[in-house]
């Protein structure tokens, strides 16, 4: 089982970034999608969570009017659509997914993918 996210880099304030994640080994069909991230010397946060084929959609206060989450399980693909960034939004951010109905939480995560950077400049 395998979840790799990309499509990280470096952005200005204001700026639009897209990132995907990856399954393989996995059918997603069956599992909530979450999006987290991680600064250096901070605990890992959720950012967002898209349940089963798509239903539901959940945002972190943070980042609700600028992040939209979206997934296509006929390619075992989910992607995070980031607009307006600021620079609070620096950080690794990881992919996870998860058999509860959705979650921001870490501890509810079955499976995770290695993290892609991405750098907000102001």
């Known amino acids: 089982v395998q979840l790799q996210a990309s499509g990280g880099g470096l952005v200005q304030a204001g700026g639009s970034l897209r990132l995907s994640c990856a399954a393989s080994g996995i059918s997603l069909d069956y599992y909530a999608v979450g999006w987290f991230r991680q600064d250096p010397g901070k605990e890992r946060e959720g950012v967002s969570c898209?349940?089963?084929?798509?239903?539901?959609?959940y945002y972190a206060n943070s980042v609700k009017g600028r992040f939209t989450i979206s997934r296509d399980d006929a390619k075992r693909m989910v992607y995070l659509q980031m607009d307006s960034l600021v620079p609070e939004d620096t950080a690794v951010y990881y992919c996870?997914?998860?058999?509860?109905?959705?979650?921001?939480?870490?501890?509810?995560?079955?499976?995770w993918g290695q993290g892609t950077l991405v750098t907000v400049s102001s």
């Open positions: 996870a997914a998860t058999a509860v109905f959705y979650t921001l939480s870490v501890s509810d995560c079955d499976y």
């Open positions: 898209i349940t089963v084929e798509g239903g539901s959609t």
